[in-house]
């Protein structure tokens, strides 16, 4: 259990870190169709929604069709419906359907609907990571069964790169003696080109009792595309290759193989109160050097707003392997977790 708490307290550390950083100036303008302006700081648009933060009504939700006005002197990463992208300070005059992007070196001027995506490029490093943290506990008198649950993630951001880090680790215990583990530990790079591509790299480290996976690293390479382009929906399709060096705890040697990747995730987003989002990723494996042999990573995220940043997390999960390293018949893992998580920025 000494992982287990060492691990609890680092990303305690890095949430207070975070969740103490410096916020940016309300100093932004909004003005909706019936004449009210507020004074903000713009957080981001996101699914057709303005989220804007005051200091008396904090969080705030505003329909993009509904802005006939805008003004602000912070730097922003515009992305519009044909998945290009524009950086400056943002402006939407008065009696205009317009959206002014200005930088040191240009200014553009978009149909203010083309904007799907507008998110703030900070300048401090802080303000620049967004993240969560969720910890569960359940405990079943009838069963003897036991388990606890740590999931951390953090992305930070600049204009055309992501740098995403995460950790999630689950302890079951059953009775005195019989306790198993899965965890993970990871980071990758992302570089954002024009017309929703991406490629990324990156790197983890895995363990699954249930799996028969003492320690496996995974290094991947993806292309990814984005197909759609809508406020309402996120959908990401990659391809690419990993290497998979993997032990069980039945074999002392240390399997190496070559394997195809795809990957897709899928995302929906309710702004309603309470917040509520769904994500599912999907990861298929299938072998380059053993033949016949795929593997299958399944996750499915529901998260509800409790108040303010504070959320509950139903997961759903799965894992599948039909020619595991040690042999024998197919392994297969799933589960249902239930937590109590943060997000920051």
């Given at each position: 259990m000494r992982k287990w708490r060492v691990q609890i307290s680092v990303a305690v550390i890095v949430l207070g870190t975070s969740a103490f950083a410096a916020a940016r100036p309300k100093t932004d303008v909004v003005v909706v169709k019936n004449g009210d302006s507020v004074t903000c700081e713009i957080k981001k648009l996101s699914r057709g929604k303005l989220e804007v933060k005051t200091d008396s009504m904090d969080k705030i939700y505003v329909e993009w069709t509904e802005v006939i006005g805008l003004r602000s002197a912070a730097y922003f990463r515009?992305?519009?419906?044909?998945q290009n992208f524009y950086f400056g300070s943002l402006e939407i005059r008065k009696g205009t359907t317009d959206l002014r992007v200005a930088s040191d070196s240009m200014v553009v001027t978009l149909p203010m609907l083309s904007a799907v995506e507008i998110t703030p490029i900070?300048?401090?490093?802080?303000?620049?990571?967004?993240?969560?943290?969720?910890?569960?506990?359940?405990?079943?008198?009838?069963?003897?069964?036991?388990?606890?649950?740590?999931?951390?993630?953090?992305?930070?951001?600049?204009?055309?790169?992501?740098?995403e880090t995460g950790l999630n680790t689950t302890v079951t215990q059953e009775g005195e003696s019989n306790t198993k583990r899965r965890g993970m530990v990871g980071a990758s790079f992302t570089r954002i080109l024009p017309r929703g591509v991406i490629v990324s790299a990156g790197a983890k480290l895995e363990r699954n009792d249930e799996l028969d996976i003492k320690r496996?690293?995974?290094?991947?390479?993806?292309?990814?595309?984005?197909?759609?382009a809508t406020n309402q929906v996120l959908?990401?399709?990659?391809?690419?290759?990993?290497?998979?060096?993997?032990?069980?705890?039945?074999?002392?040697?240390?399997?190496?193989?070559?394997?195809?990747?795809?990957?897709?995730?899928?995302?929906?987003?309710?702004?309603?109160?309470?917040?509520?989002?769904v994500d599912v990723t999907l990861d298929i494996f299938p072998s380059i050097t053993e033949s016949g042999r795929y593997r299958?990573?399944?996750?499915?995220?529901?998260?509800?707003e409790i108040i303010d940043d504070f959320f509950f997390d139903l997961d759903l999960y799965a894992?599948?392997?039909n020619k595991p390293v040690s042999g024998g018949d197919p392994t297969s893992d799933y589960g249902i977790k239930t937590s109590l998580g943060y997000s920051w920025n």
């Open positions: 515009v992305t519009t419906s044909d900070e300048r401090s490093f802080w303000s620049q990571n967004q993240g969560r943290v969720s910890v569960g506990f359940d405990y079943s008198k009838s069963t003897d069964v036991a388990g606890a649950y740590l999931d951390f993630s953090n992305r930070y951001r600049t204009e055309r790169n992501l740098v496996r690293f995974l290094g991947q390479v993806l292309a990814g595309y984005n197909p759609t959908f990401l399709v990659s391809v690419g290759f990993a290497f998979n060096a993997e032990q069980s705890y039945s074999a002392a040697e240390t399997n190496e193989s070559l394997e195809g990747v795809l990957h897709t995730s899928f995302s929906v987003f309710q702004y309603n109160l309470p917040e509520t989002a299958l990573d399944f996750d499915s995220l529901i998260r509800r894992n599948y392997d």
